[in-house]
């Protein structure tokens, strides 16, 4: 299970910190990742990071304005958002895939949280 949190609204330029706390003993066999969901678009990948936390991979669109992070042992996967734009505007979700590797699209994950809304203002 997969809880999402630290979504909400923010102004262009500001930051936020989203979590996501996983439930079971095996955390760090699971590949990690961010996706969003901005209104009337598609799901989309935004960073993705290894099972041991040193591979990360990033959307181009964020790339150099977000970091994601894990620690094992607290079971969460951190999306730290610099630099906000209002493009950046949805739903993150996290998600988990089985095996410890990098995903990048929406088939390779198993497992969804619920999502967090961050609301970008101009």
């Known amino acids: 299970q997969l809880q999402a949190s630290g979504g909400g609204l923010v102004q262009a330029g500001g930051s936020l910190r989203l979590s996501c706390a996983a439930s079971g003993r095996t955390f760090s066999t699971y590949g990690m990742g961010w996706f969003r969901q901005a209104p009337g678009k598609e799901r989309e990948f935004v960073a993705a990071?290894?099972?041991?936390?040193?591979?990360?991979y990033y959307a181009y669109s964020v790339k150099g304005r977000f970091t994601i992070a894990r620690d094992n042992a607290k079971n969460t996967v951190y999306l730290q958002m610099n630099g906000l734009k209002p493009e950046d505007t949805a739903v993150y979700y996290c998600?988990?895939?089985?095996?410890?590797?990098?995903?990048?699209?929406?088939?390779?994950?198993?497992?969804w949280g619920q999502g967090t809304l961050v609301t970008v203002s101009s």
């Open positions: 998600a988990a895939r089985e095996g410890a590797g990098l995903g990048r699209t929406l088939s390779e994950y198993n497992y």
């Open positions: 990071v290894s099972g041991g936390g040193v591979i990360t």
